[in-house]
């Protein structure tokens, strides 16, 4: 049976569910701690630069790299249920992140206000026009200062069409049952999401479509949009299990500066 997605998908499914079907992923503490160690470690990170964390969701990791004393976050999303769970995450701990809703195609951010923009997660690849990849990159290379750096954690497309699962489902809690039937096409993966919670039935019934990425080509579009020193860590996963985490179980970590 063929699974259709509506283009404009991402505008709405990022909300109070998503934070349930993907609770192993983005609301756990310590696969997020894992993750910003890799951010630390890959960028020349100081106290006093400016952090954008675009396409940030609730901002797990800005919350995180405050806590450790880079305290000049902002999270960018287009989410407001999402900007608005991280908010009350960071208010009662004294948290001084920043939440921005918008869309990261067109930013309306100053040009050179940031030292680094990080893109977490997987959040690339949801329009199906390619060409709107292309923007989110040339907006993150426009808000960077010269010499600032970007570091993107996607998908390896080539690792997951080699262990594509068609058909997979995971419980969270005693309640919340996650099934997903996923077809592949040419350059992407159309996923049917069906959520039941035992109490209440079918909570979710939707369609989301994400284009797979190889590596390479990844780095090419970067180069293209005038990135330099592009530096491509493959095999990235804070999951240790062999769980099927959707599109988090194999990812590659690119860097790039701004000359
Ligand atoms: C899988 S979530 C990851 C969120 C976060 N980076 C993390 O790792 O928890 C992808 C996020 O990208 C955001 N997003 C996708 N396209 C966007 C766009 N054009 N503008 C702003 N946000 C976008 C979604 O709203 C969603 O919160």
């Not at 404009?8 to 079907?21: A, E, N, P, R, V």
Request: proline letters at 4%.
């Amino acid at each position: 049976m063929e699974i259709k997605a509506d283009p404009q998908w991402w505008k709405s499914l990022f909300d109070g569910i998503y934070l349930l079907t993907d609770a192993r992923s983005v609301r756990d503490e310590e696969i997020t701690r894992l993750e910003v160690n890799i951010i630390c470690h890959l960028l020349p990170l100081r106290e006093d630069h400016w952090i954008l964390d675009l396409c940030g969701g609730q901002g797990r990791h800005s919350l995180e790299l405050t806590r450790r004393g880079y305290r000049r976050c902002t999270v960018l999303d287009y989410s407001g249920r999402l900007l608005k769970y991280g908010k009350a995450l960071a208010t009662p701990r004294g948290l001084p992140v920043a939440f921005v809703q918008g869309d990261a195609r067109n930013l309306g951010l100053a040009s050179g206000a940031f030292h680094h923009v990080i893109v977490m997660g997987n959040s690339l690849g949801y329009s199906p026009d390619p060409e709107d990849d292309g923007l989110i990159l040339s907006e993150a290379h426009r808000v960077l200062r010269g010499g600032g750096w970007l570091l993107i954690d996607v998908a390896d497309g080539t690792k997951v069409r080699a262990s594509f699962n068609p058909n997979v489902w995971h419980e969270i809690g005693p309640d919340i049952v996650v099934c997903r039937q996923r077809r592949m096409n040419h350059d992407s993966i159309t996923t049917r999401e069906m959520v039941i919670s035992k109490k209440k039935g079918l909570i979710r019934d939707s369609a989301y479509s994400i284009r797979l990425y190889h590596p390479q080509a990844l780095a090419t579009l970067l180069e293209k949009v005038g990135f330099t020193h592009v530096r491509v860590y493959p095999s990235f996963s804070p999951h240790k299990d062999k769980e099927d985490y959707g599109f988090m179980n194999h990812r590659v970590i690119i860097t790039a500066q701004k000359s």
